[in-house]
């Protein structure tokens, strides 16, 4: 079982930045391939990146590619998700995910909202 927590969303204008941190308990964090998901109001939840366990490995939606950076540090049993020139479209809930085989972990969520 892995818990995460997610934090650093808020609010912050277009163009601006943030920084969002996923937490894991557990000692296998390593071993976990871990994602960034989002879910805008209406929507259906959306892949916007994964990192693999080693960090040697990353993938993005073509919506992000270029503005986002997923990365992760397994020391602090930690993934994180730079978002740079962010958009009024990304405006969402962003949601952490590990994976090992068939298991899924999600996050409770942290809300980003980009507005003038």
């Known amino acids: 079982q892995v818990q995460l927590v997610e934090s650093g969303g808020g609010l912050v204008q277009p163009g601006g930045s943030l920084r969002l941190s996923c937490v894991a308990s557990?000692?296998?964090?390593?071993?976990?391939?871990m994602g960034w998901f989002r879910q805008a109001p209406g929507k259906e939840r959306e892949f916007v990146a994964t990192?693999?366990?080693?960090?040697?490995?990353?993938s993005y939606a073509d919506s992000v590619k270029g503005r986002f950076t997923i990365s992760r540090d397994n020391a602090k049993n930690t993934v994180y998700l730079q978002m740079n020139s962010l958009k009024l479209e990304d405006t969402a809930v962003y949601y952490c995910n590990a994976g090992l085989g068939s298991s899924v972990f999600w996050g409770q969520g942290t809300q980003v909202t980009v507005s003038s």
């Open positions: 990192i693999s366990w080693s960090g040697g490995i990353t």
């Open positions: 557990g000692r296998t964090f390593s071993r976990y391939v």
